[in-house]
């Protein structure tokens, strides 16, 4: 999966793709409010990938409601989840918004705009009541659909289901939300849980962490119902394992950005191997790791780089907890989806 696809995780396959033109509320009368009170001269606005090509309309329409000299900047920096926060221009302006994304954490300088899905959710659910048992069920979604969570809740229920929701941890802002990289709010009592949301990209996560749970996805966006079959990525997962196993110099790799950075993980692989390698970077790419000598890579950063885009790079791209396996700290049979906990 390439970067454009992973970021399509948290948008593009989720309706935001724009693939049908589709009115968003990017709630500018929020960053007007802000300006005024904040006197702010800078604006800095950051869009997700899949969102980038709107934001000289959305410029256009924010300069209109704002003073001749207000300056409103728009971040050409890559924009995957609410981790992926740009920095440099957060610290360079009075306000700063970020689209697309729910708070991965509370800030007063940023104006969270989640950019709600408008698509109708029971329609596709109705499909996927085929591949349900009654009883017991699951429900999780993405951040696009929050807006309609509870409308699930109740079609659910009014069938007859028992719905099982819960609050992940504090990387997830709402109850039944799901990130890329952590299912917590799937930790429920039930053996299948019903995704409604765009694409694969997150149930079949969600399928790695939790396989023994039978994941039914209903997705409105391409209204399609189908089953996540996480064996494929498992057997891909282990053959970059065993690649890696023969492997003497490794390179760590710490990712900058501010949602992305487990140190303790990155530092203890190296505290405990003399051929391991600290690397910090921000984008992790198949191109900049190119020019690097080693054997095999770990990831600490976003886990979704590793399982999606792992067979793109040059040598084998494992996460910490594949890394243990490959080098006999584990054995095999412990392999885990590798999920990201906390904020920053
Ligand atoms: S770290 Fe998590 S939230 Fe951030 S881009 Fe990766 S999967 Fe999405």
Redesign the pocket.
Known sequence: MSQDE?SA??LRNTGLSLRHDRTWDYELERIVEAVEERDAEKVGMQFPEGLKRRAPHVTDDLRKLLPDDVRVMISGKPC?????LDTYMMRRTDVFVHFGHSPMKDSEKIIYVPLFSNVEVTPIMEDALEELETGDVGLVTTAQHMNKFEEMREWLEERGFTVHTRRGDERLTNEGQV????YASADIDADQVLYVGGGKFHPVGLAMEHPEKNVVIADPVNNVVTIADHEQFMKQRYASVHKAMDAEKWGVIFCTKI??GRWEQANEIVENNDNAYLITMDEVTPDRLRNFDMDAFVNT????ITTDDGPRFHKPMLTPGEYECAVGNKPLDEMEFDT?HGTW
């Open positions: 992973r995780g948290d995957y989840g609410a981790c992926d990130l890329g990289c952590n949602g992305q950063g976003c886990p979704r990201f």
